[in-house]
């Protein structure tokens, strides 16, 4: 008979090392399996499972935390799920009892509490394996939705007019052009989405009709999601924004869970747009996120929004691991350089890109810039930030005259001591 595996789920490591001492002490000993990164949680299931009980920590205790919960339940009924919560959270009772868990522990707990909860979650988890003729992590495992989910971008950004759509765009299209892989986009913009428009697409249906749909089962929703989507000529997919702005007041977090957790089982890649607000339904999509991307331009006010955002992330407890900078829209003699940027973010810029007018035309013609101006400086400068999600030698592929562009010389001398992390 194996030891008990219990996964601890919550961004800060608090919860887990308590657990841990507490657990020394039981017999078998459970091995116990630390999850901070909330986004790679379905790898570990997958990947390091089957798990006889799951405990949630804090970060959880948010509507798209249960949301999130929700899913992990649905498709793994037989691991049990405790709960160990600060707070009440500010949901509806049916959304906690959704989560399937056996019970709510509030924290801060004394040792003496959390063992009880742990002694009893452990009791139910081995009725669950002894009733159960096969065993449920397995089967799940094997299921086609439990395969591999792809890899979630998001953009952000504190203050509005970024280039946040644009940047999604492109890193749709490089995911796609270079890699050989599916990429698709979700318009999160729920209320003025400009994804489509700045593609020239015209969808027939958006991330509304989607949730319309009568059936509730995850399944389904995996195997529909495509249908309404709209593909760009590039080749990659987009799920468009609501085309009446008060739908967008009837889409929640869970719902965006769903969404983004559909698209992730039929895609390699998931770029999600965001506007620039911090909502419950924007920080369910940066719970789902294995990478943000935030942005800022070369102004005072988007600067300082930027690192006011920053902190925010970070009392919400989402790693700094996963957040990459990008400067956009930089330009000379504006009263404020790159350098003087640079210095106030010391995890450095993964891109400092060029104001250049290609990125209007590319707009005008409903093409990543990347696509129609592959020789431009903006362009070379985008794919040296993306470079390390690319496939080794894809470099080759920039056409080589762009190296030796005037222009390329001059945003190299601009932006020459700007740290780049590829």
Request: hydrophobic share 45%.
């Amino acid at each position: 008979m194996r030891n008990p595996k219990i996964l601890v789920l919550d961004r800060n490591e608090t919860l887990s090392e308590q657990l841990e001492g507490i657990l020394s002490e039981f017999r078998p000993r459970p091995e116990v399996q630390s999850c901070s990164r909330i986004g790679a949680v379905g790898d570990i299931l997958t990947d390091e499972g089957p798990f006889d009980l799951m405990v949630a920590g804090p970060s959880l205790a948010t509507r798209s935390g249960l949301a999130r919960l929700e899913v992990i339940h649905d498709e793994l009924p037989n691991m049990v799920v405790m709960l160990a919560f600060a707070r009440r959270p500010d949901a509806a009772l049916r959304d906690i009892v959704r989560t399937g868990a056996v019970d709510l522990v509030q924290l801060p707990a004394d040792d003496d509490v959390l063992r009880e909860s742990l002694e009893r979650a452990l009791e139910l988890s081995r009725k669950f394996t002894a009733d159960a003729p096969v065993p449920a992590v397995a089967a799940a495992s094997a299921a086609p939705g439990l395969a591999r989910p792809g890899t979630v971008f998001t953009l952000s950004s504190a203050t509005g007019g970024c280039g946040k759509t644009f940047l999604a765009t492109n890193l749709a299209y490089l995911l796609t052009h270079h890699t050989g892989k599916r990429a698709c986009i979700v318009d999160l913009d729920l209320q003025f989405g400009e994804v489509s428009t700045a593609l020239r697409l015209r969808p027939r249906y958006t991330i509304y009709d989607v949730l319309q749909r009568e059936d509730t089962d995850e399944a389904d929703l995996q195997a529909h999601i495509e249908e309404y989507m709209v593909t760009h000529e590039t080749g990659f997919s987009v799920l468009a924004a609501p085309k009446d702005p008060s739908e967008a007041d009837r889409i929640d977090p869970p719902d965006v869970t769903r969404i983004i957790e559909a698209c992730r089982a039929r895609f390699d890649y998931v770029v999600v747009d965001t506007p620039a607000a911090l909502t419950e339904v924007v920080l369910a999509a940066f719970d789902l996120s294995d990478v943000l991307y935030t942005m800022a331009t070369l102004d005072l006010p988007s600067v300082r929004n930027m690192s006011v955002f920053l902190g925010t992330l970070e009392r919400l407890k989402i790693s700094s691991e996963n957040v990459k900078l990008i400067l956009n829209k930089a330009e000379t003699d504006v009263g404020i350089d790159v350098d003087q940027v640079t210095r106030l973010f010391p995890q450095g810029f993964s891109a400092v890109l060029p104001y250049a007018k290609e990125v209007s035309r590319s707009i005008n013609l409903g093409m990543p810039v990347a696509a129609s101006s592959p020789q431009s400086e903006v362009s070379r400068l985008m794919f040296k930030g993306f470079a390390d999600l690319l496939p080794e030698g894809a470099s080759a592929r920039i056409p080589a005259a762009a190296a030796g562009s005037s222009e390329g010389g001059r945003f190299k001398r601009l932006f020459r001591r700007a740290p780049v992390n590829a």
